[in-house]
């Protein structure tokens, strides 16, 4: 295996598609049983309900929500309950509350002290009202956000699938995402709450990045395929009505900014993958995949499916990262079979995973006399990205929009602010992001898994036309 370069704009020539199919057959049993099997990782607790859209009024008329963007009431009435997309975008199964500070502080009297368990006794332990932010996050921490601890929420009982939701407040919040990427260059004509917010105001800012990879996946069609193919990719391409150009040239980026863009496309193209892989054909109101969901949204974009297996490697690297600190966790779960069974897993995942830089190397980012800078700035750009996820109007995929980001928010985290070899001044991690963490991993695991099985299926179609 040699290392996914992120200093490559696409870089399926080393660390290729086949050698991280090979390894993900690998790891996926793991990495499902991790997150289905164990209550420490199928609980997720964040605020969903209680804040709103800081960045634009997603109430009312507004089209931040579901109810006016796509499926107005109107036309909701007009299909069986089932299949409206508000009932499809609800959350189901038990909702545990989060034990509240007196509870926890009588759990925590009956647990023994940490000085009795020895230096190595892991944050877990030390109970979530704990939950302070680092500089060094790349994530709000969900307190932080609304003073609240929020719920748990059950992974398991809502499943990340196809909702319905949609059209403009959909749009909205990709492009508000996207925007985020066009940093690095100062803009001069922002005023100042721009720049405290973080959001720009140019629609095009984001799309150098794209750009890049556009051309660069184009070049490598022709190559590959010769002229005619490649046009007609090109052209295939040109007809999105999405403000941002995904397929225009441009000249300078660092690698931060084409990390930043690919982690984002990447997670998009996973949400993508699971909805067009769990989809209710609304005729037979079966549950399946649909080839034409996937051949639209990414068979025919393949930068989109070589962003997903970037995230792959990036979430591999992040969570081999943390083999010894897994060693010395204590999950805490109140239950200790379940505690060895996790750990058990875990280990076993850690341990199979390729060790070192083999798979993503991130030492070649944030080198330099800008580095500092462009740290931080990549840090708050990514936190904004955080904050998005409350504009999301459908409560699943806020839920796993809000896991994602939090689970790249880790990995960034890890890859970037730990040390491997001395964890004297790594950073706390705290619960909640080892959950997002390996259930994003499982996410992009299950996506590659859902990629090659579209291809056959659309070989297969193709065979028969
Ligand atoms: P969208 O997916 O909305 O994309 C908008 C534009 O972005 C496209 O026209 C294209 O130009 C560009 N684009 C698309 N994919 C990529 C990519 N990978 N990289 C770069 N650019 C890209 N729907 C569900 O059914 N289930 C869910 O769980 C779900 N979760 C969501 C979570 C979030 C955070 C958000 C914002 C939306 C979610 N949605 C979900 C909605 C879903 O992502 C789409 O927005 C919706 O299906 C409409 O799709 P679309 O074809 O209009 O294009």
Redesign the pocket.
């Known amino acids: 295996v040699c290392a996914f370069e992120p200093n490559a704009i696409v870089s399926d020539a080393c660390a290729s598609y086949e050698t991280l199919d090979h390894i993900n057959a690998g790891l996926h049993p793991y990495i499902n049983a991790i997150t289905t099997n164990t209550d420490f990782f199928s609980f997720y607790r964040l605020n969903l309900y209680n804040k709103k859209c800081p960045f634009w009024d997603d109430e009312g008329g507004m089209c931040g929500n579901i109810a006016c963007a796509v499926n107005t009431l109107e036309n909701e009435d007009d299909v069986p309950l089932v299949w409206r997309a508000k009932e499809l975008g609800k959350l189901e199964g038990p909702k545990a509350q989060h034990p509240d500070r007196l509870e926890q502080q009588e759990r925590e009297a009956q647990r023994p002290l940490k000085g009795q368990l020895g230096a190595d006794v892991g944050e877990s332990c030390v109970l979530e009202y704990d939950d302070e932010c680092d500089e060094r996050d790349y994530c709000i921490p969900e307190d932080e956000r609304s003073g609240s601890k929020g719920d748990y929420v059950s992974l398991v009982d809502n499943p ?8 403009a407040g ?2 909205q ?2 492009e508000a ?2 925007r985020e990427n066009c940093f690095a260059k100062p803009q001069p004509e922002k005023d100042n709450e721009e720049l405290s917010t973080g959001m720009s105001s140019s629609p095009f800012g984001f799309s150098n990045l ?1 750009q890049a990879q556009a051309a660069q996946d184009l070049r490598n069609v022709i190559k590959e395929h010769g002229v005619q193919q490649g046009l007609e990719k090109a052209i295939a391409k040109g007809d ?3 403000p ?1 150009d ?1 397929n225009l040239e441009f000249e300078d980026s660092c690698v931060e900014k084409r990390v930043f863009y690919r982690v984002i ?2 997670m ?2 996973s ?2 993958t ?2 067009c892989n769990e989809f209710l054909n609304q005729t037979t109101g079966e549950w399946g995949p649909n080839v034409d969901c996937y051949a639209q ?1 990414l068979h025919h ?1 393949p930068e ?1 499916i070589s ?1 997903l297996y970037f995230n792959y490697a990036l979430l591999l690297r992040a969570a081999g990262k943390l083999r010894a600190h897994m060693s010395n966790y204590q999950f805490c779960s109140a239950d200790p079979q379940q505690d060895l069974l996790t750990k058990g897993l875990v280990l076993s995942l850690a341990n199979a995973i390729p060790a070192g830089p083999e798979i993503f190397d991130e030492s070649t980012m944030f080198v330099g006399p800008e580095a500092v800078g462009l740290k931080e700035d990549f840090r708050n750009r990514f936190r904004n990205v955080s904050r998005v ?1 409350d504009c ?1 109007g ?1 409560d ?3 839920l ?2 809000k896991l994602q980001t939090a689970g790249y928010g880790t990995a960034l985290k890890i890859l970037f602010e730990f040390d491997e070899n001395d964890s004297s001044n790594d950073p706390p991690l705290r619960r909640t992001e080892l959950v997002a963490l390996v259930n994003t991993l499982d996410r992009v695991s299950t996506s590659l898994n859902s990629i090659r099985e579209f291809r056959k299926m659309l070989e297969a179609r193709e065979a028969r036309e």
């Open positions: 990340e699938r196809f909702t319905g939701y949609g059209g959909a749009h919040v990709w995402i996207y794209q999105s009505s999405w941002f995904e496309s990447g998009h193209a949400i993508s699971h909805l949204r974009h989109r962003n996820m999301v459908c699943k995929c806020r796993w929009g």
